[in-house]
């Protein structure tokens, strides 16, 4: 069978990556099981952090590697925490830090708009031209947490398409959505028109 490492040590991302990838075909390599890359991702754009990560992956375990870089970019504090979302409390953040700091500096505002980004990035040792694709999903960033599913942001992701927060939906409702689900399936779309025989 056709290997694929995916570029990450989140373990709950590589879940979510393998529940929309599953029908491809491929082994969905975990990132600790293959040689391991630390990859400073100091880009500043969520594709280029992606890039950096699948680049480096697929270079030094010869084989295709798929990468995600993603992240909450709220209005109201100008996109943050954008490419700075898995650190916006500090370099050590938790979620639940993150979370909190996201909620001290919208305070009482009542523009809550926010949008999930998702790049993708899959690479190839050969050289040959990358897959990337990007998906995107607006919502609303709740007053208090909601929920236990999920990571991240997702208990104060309020989505209006579900209903309700990320953290309160199934791992199949929050992939019928979201930002990571939207870009799996345009990334598997691709897959499926190209020769990406390997």
Known sequence: MKQIVVASNNAKKRREIVQVLAALGVALLPAEATVFVDVLED?????????????AFAMANHLPALADDSGLCVDALDGAPGVYSARFAGEDATDARNNARLLALLGDATQRSAHFI?????AFPDGRAALTSEGRVQGEILHEPAGDAGFGYDPLFFSPELGKAFA???PEEKASVSHRGRALRLLAEQWSKVDVSF
Do not use: M, Q, Y
């Open 43 to 55: 880009a500043d754009s969520f594709a280029g952090n992606a890039k950096k990560k699948a680049e």
């Open 168 to 170: 309160l939906a199934t």
């Open 118 to 122: 998702c790049a993708l990035h899959l």
